[in-house]
Every structure is written in structure tokens, then in C-alpha cells.
């Protein structure tokens, strides 16, 4: 059984640590050890996670539970923003720890967000996703397209090379 909730501010630790154990097997082939490290910190402090909070962001846990030893692990997490163009909602991250990948976790964060947002009177969905991530297939899998090359100077020399992907409600 899987549940979507929020994050407590308690919690942002373990949005970090799903990050840092993520990032390696999703970005490894794509960018430099120094990269990956420059982005975590930037983006997955709970001081940063709370600052994305504050300019509104949402951030959801996925929770597996095993009924046999009746525990909960969080094992993903998603995060979106309501409106972040007029009547888009944009999800900024969305991940699930590299042992569960594959088993549908990634589409029920991606419907969670569609319901919350069309909820929301939202008319479609956009995201960034590296334009050599392998993660391309599974978001055109679920609807996405390719609209634009996007590049983004994230600082110390590092740039953010995406392809903005959008799918309407």
C-alpha cells in the first residue's frame, strides 16, 4: 500500500537523503561528481527545501507500508508549484530511490500532481528534465512532450541543460 502526503518541515531531511541517494544512479552518466555535489547542497538543504517552500513549492513524501511488519518507509517525493505560469503547474522534482524505480511510483507522483492540479482549475503540467536524462521516455510514456531547449546558468560555472516538457489537463 503507497500513500502521498506531505512533507513536514521535520521531514526535509529525509527529502535529502532520498536526493543524495538518487542523484548518483540518475545524473552519474550526465554530470561531474562536482556537479551533482554543487546541486544537492544548492537545492537539498532544509534550509533550501523550506526557501522553495516559501516561494511555493509544494513537497509530497511517498510512503510504501508493509503489512506484514506493519512499517512505513518513504521511499520518493515530489514537489510542484500551483500557477507557476498562469494556469501551468510546473513540477520541480519528483524521485524515487533507486530500488523501487520501475514499479509505478513515479506515475502515481505524476497523477497525484495531474488531480491536484486540475483540482486547482490548472489547464497543463510542465517540467525541466535534462536533456540526457534517461527519465525523457517515462514522462513522453505518460503524455509529456518536448517543447524547447532550456539552459540555465545555476552558478559556479555550472549550467542546468533541460528540456521543457509539458502536458495539458
Known amino acids: 500500500m503507497t500513500t502521498i502526503r506531505p512533507a513536514s518541515p521535520a521531514e526535509y531531511p529525509t527529502i535529502e537523503l532520498i536526493a543524495r541517494a538518487t542523484w548518483p544512479s540518475a545524473y552519474g552518466e550526465i554530470?561531474?561528481?562536482?556537479?551533482?555535489s554543487y546541486m544537492l547542497n544548492m537545492m537539498y538543504s532544509p534550509r533550501a527545501i523550506a526557501d522553495q517552500v516559501a516561494a511555493g513549492q509544494e513537497f509530497y513524501l511517498?510512503?510504501?507500508?508493509?503489512?506484514?511488519?506493519?512499517?512505513?518507509?518513504?521511499?520518493?517525493y515530489v514537489s510542484h508549484q500551483v500557477d507557476y505560469l498562469p494556469g501551468t503547474t510546473k513540477i520541480h522534482k519528483l524521485y524515487a530511490l533507486p530500488g523501487v524505480q520501475g514499479q509505478g511510483f513515479g506515475r502515481r507522483m505524476v497523477e497525484h500532481v495531474?488531480?491536484?492540479?486540475?483540482?486547482?482549475?490548472?489547464q497543463k503540467l510542465?517540467?525541466?528534465?535534462?536533456?540526457?536524462?534517461?527519465?525523457?521516455?517515462?514522462?513522453?510514456?505518460?503524455?509529456f512532450e518536448r517543447k524547447e531547449r532550456c539552459n540555465t546558468d545555476i552558478g559556479n560555472g555550472y549550467l542546468m541543460e533541460d528540456w521543457v516538457m509539458e502536458m495539458p489537463l
Open 31 to 36: 554530470l561531474t561528481p562536482e556537479q551533482i
Open 62 to 76: 511517498l510512503e510504501t507500508a508493509n503489512m506484514r511488519t506493519h512499517s512505513k518507509q518513504v521511499v520518493g
Open 114 to 122: 495531474k488531480e491536484f492540479a486540475a483540482a486547482a482549475g490548472q
Open 126 to 143: 510542465r517540467l525541466d528534465v535534462n536533456y540526457k536524462n534517461r527519465a525523457i521516455g517515462f514522462y513522453e510514456k505518460l503524455g
